[in-house]
Structures are given as C-alpha cells and as structure tokens.
C-alpha cells in the first residue's frame, strides 16, 4: 500500500494540479493508496507518523522541498522509502536525485521500487536533505519565501527566477562578517564571509550548484565558503557558482568533514532546505545512511 502526503498549495497551486493528474493513474492502474492532505505547516510530518503506524509500505510527498523535507524527517531511520511527486517551486532535492518535474515519469520511478540509502544533514536539531545555508542565503530564503513576486513566478512556471531576484536583493545590502568554522575538531578563521553552505546534495536554491561534488551517500558534509571584502570578485563568480564551475578562486574555499561549527561575530542567518531555521552559532553533522529514498 503506498500512503501519499499531499501539498496541494505546493508551487502556488501546481500541488492541485499535480495531485489530480497522480490520482488518475494510481486509479487506472488500479494501485492501492490512501492519501492524506496537508493544511499548514508541518503537517506533512505529522501525517507521515500518521502512516508510519499503518499498513504502508511506501510514503509518496507531493509536493516542494518543505513538503519532502517535514515527510524525510519522519522517516529518518525507520526504513521505509519516500517516494517524491515534485510539485514545489525550487524541488532541488528532487532534482538532485534526477527526479524531473514530470510527474507520469516520478510516478513510474515509485513503481520500479529501487529504494536507495542516502545521508542526511542534520543542523541543530533539524533534518535536512540538500543545503544548509549560512549567511547571505539565509537572508536569500528568509526574503524569497516573504517576497510577492514568489506567486507571480509560480504562476508562470518561473519559480527559480524568484531566487534569484531575491540574491539581488539581498546583494545592495548585505554585510559580511568574520566567521570560525570548526570541521571535525579543526578551527579555521575566516574574514568578511558571505556565506557557508554545508551540502549533503549539489544543488539548492532552484538547482544552483554551491557544492558540485557533494554525494548524499559518502557520509561527508561538503562546505563551501564564500568571503573576502569587496563583493565584485564574489558577483563575477556567480554565473559559475550557477553551474558549479568556480572551484578555483581565491575567495572560494571548500572543505569536507562529518561535523562542523560555525560561528560569526554577529549573528547570520541560518537556512536548510530553504526554510530558515534558525541563527549562528550553529553544528551541521553528517548522519550516515539515514533516509531510504526511490
Ligand atoms: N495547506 C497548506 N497551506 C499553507 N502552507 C502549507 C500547506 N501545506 C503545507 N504547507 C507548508 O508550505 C510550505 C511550502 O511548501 P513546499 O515546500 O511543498 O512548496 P514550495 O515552497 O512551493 O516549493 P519549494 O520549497 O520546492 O520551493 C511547507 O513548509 C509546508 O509546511
């Protein structure tokens, strides 16, 4: 039996739509299913609970990386696999496993039941699949999920683009500030930092690629560390950082470990999965082999 958790608001509405179009071929192929709808925030765990303590072999989130990642964190450790229907706007977890936003063809991937052990992030005490953010995309998720313009791209099946009006933003304004970064037990300081983004996958952010070599089954955190004072050597970077291709430059560092601290001098925003979830200081940990996606 699959269970599926629904976020028909998901995408502005695309989550209705998507849901509909399941329906139907669950029903024509005859599947057996029960469904359940979320109606605010956090429901998505609850309802997954819910299905933990029935006959379902396989819970199925429709919906963005809010959805997937409230439906994951009910299932760390618990062996059962997580199917996803994308229906968000950013769907980078999605996207990092090479689920596309077709919806007959992530159906037809459940199907085939090839259920695969990931890692997940663990930051403080949240779980998260793709990128914890620290620093500037903080404020790049905090002003992208307030912003109006949100809808409207949703609306038009632009809903990247809505992060990256939002880096623009948060561009004009932004100032860095001297950040410690403790990896497995190892201090390094750095001056006037952006931003520290610790990766289980690639991508983030409407699939742009901080962290290119991250692999969410290696047991290791990738972290990337933006910084230096003027921000035009970090602005001429970001057409690379898009695609992954700025991992030779003097004011990109990368590292990798199981366990990292980060502390800034003033307080940063904390982002994971593009929900913000908190402020410095704060510990991301590796937890191997966590999750059981298909
Ligand atoms: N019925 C609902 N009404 C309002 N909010 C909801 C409802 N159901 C779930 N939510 C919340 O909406 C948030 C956003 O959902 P979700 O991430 O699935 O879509 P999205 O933001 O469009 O996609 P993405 O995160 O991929 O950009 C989630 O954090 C979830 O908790």
């Known amino acids: 039996m699959y269970g599926f958790i629904v976020n028909k608001t998901a995408g502005s509405g695309k989550g209705h739509n998507i849901w509909k ?3 139907k071929e669950l029903k024509r192929k005859k599947v057996p299913y ?17 299905l933990l303590n029935s006959s379902v072999k396989i819970v199925v989130a429709v919906g963005g990386d809010g959805t997937v990642n409230e439906a994951a964190a009910a299932l760390v450790h ?3 696999p997580l199917g996803i229907i994308p229906a968000g706007s950013g769907n980078d977890f999605a996207r990092s496993l090479g689920i596309t936003g077709n919806t007959q063809q992530a159906l037809f991937r459940i199907f085939k039941n090839n259920p695969k052990k990931i890692d997940v992030l663990q930051t403080g005490d949240r779980c998260g699949l793709t990128v914890t953010g620290i620093g500037f995309d903080g404020k790049v998720a ?3 999920n307030e912003s109006p313009y949100k809808k409207w791209f949703n609306m038009f099946g632009l809903g990247r683009l ?25 201090q390094r300081v750095f001056t006037d930092v952006w931003l520290t983004a610790v990766a289980n996958a690639p991508n983030y952010g409407g699939n742009i690629l901080i962290c290119p070599e991250a692999v969410n089954n290696d047991g290791c955190l990738d972290i990337c560390v933006l910084h230096g004072r003027n921000k035009w ?22 590292f990798r470990g199981t366990n990292v601290d980060v502390h800034s001098v003033i307080p940063f925003l904390v982002q994971s999965d593009g929900e913000l979830i908190g402020e410095t200081p704060v510990r991301v940990q590796i937890i191997k082999e966590a999750l059981t996606v298909l």
């Open 78 to 80: 618990k062996g059962i």
């Open 142 to 144: 905090e002003t992208a």
């Open 34 to 50: 029960i469904v359940a709808f979320t109606k605010e925030p956090n429901d998505a765990g609850r309802l997954t609970d819910d």
């Open 21 to 23: 179009k399941t329906e």
């Open 233 to 254: 050597p970090l602005i001429r970077q970001i057409p690379k950082i898009y695609r992954g291709k700025h991992t030779s430059n003097e004011n990109i560092s990368f």
């Open 162 to 186: 809505s992060y990256t009006v939002s880096v623009l933003q948060v561009l004009k304004s932004f100032k860095p500030v001297n950040v410690t970064l403790t990896i497995d037990g190892r």
